[in-house]
């Protein structure tokens, strides 16, 4: 298999997050519709979301338990990596249930009631929180990602190309000190 760095977690995660997410809008946007013609068809995109969605996260909690196990880490990561890895089993629980209540709901041919959407809307607010802990895990632990080069001393002579352009812009837009003795004077040239 292709090796990824750190893992395949990450490559599923957005998968599913856009799939569920994009799912529970059609389900709302449905149910706003009512009797429009478009109706059925925001049902059948929302649905076909959702259970593609529900594969990924399949996909994505098992790949998650492997990155769990075997990403580096110390103590106050550990903590979180614990957290989001709880708040992930929690919300695909969620998901399953609202999976097979909509396969329910479509095989016994069914309208879409407001206890199935809060249902959905729960999910969304699960999946969110489920996908910020584990984007602190990145970006406020550094898990999974490769170490920046060490800073070097700006003040040593070197300097980055869009720095270099920028301070070749301002000085070409300065005066020079004959100029800004004429300005001083009232005028310029």
Not at 19 to 38: Q, R
Not at 96 to 114: D, E, M, P, R, V
Not at 154 to 170: I, P, R
Request: with cysteine; hydrophobic share 50%; proline share 4%.
């Amino acid at each position: 298999m292709i090796e990824i760095i750190p893992n395949w977690h990450p490559i599923f995660v957005h998968f599913t997050v856009a799939l569920i997410s994009t799912a529970i809008g059609f389900f709302l946007l449905a149910k706003l519709l009512g009797n429009h013609p478009i109706q059925e068809q925001c049902l059948i995109l929302a649905r076909w979301n959702l259970w593609i969605g529900t594969v990924f996260a399949l996909i994505t909690v098992i790949t998650g338990i492997l990155a769990y196990n075997s990403v580096a880490h110390d103590t106050p990561s550990h903590a979180a990596m614990t957290e989001h890895r709880n708040w992930a089993f929690g919300t695909f629980a969620v998901l399953l249930l609202t999976s097979l209540w909509s396969g329910w709901i479509f095989y016994a041919n069914k309208l879409i009631k407001w206890p199935f959407l809060l249902m959905a809307v729960l999910l969304l607010s699960l999946l969110f929180s489920t996908a910020w802990h584990g984007g602190e895990l990145v970006y406020r632990y550094g898990l999974g990602v490769m170490s920046i080069p060490a800073a070097e001393d700006h003040t040593k002579g070197h300097v980055h190309s869009s720095e270099m352009n920028s301070h070749e812009h301002a000085m070409k837009n300065d005066p020079t000190p004959d100029e800004q003795k004429h300005e001083h004077d009232g005028h310029s040239h």
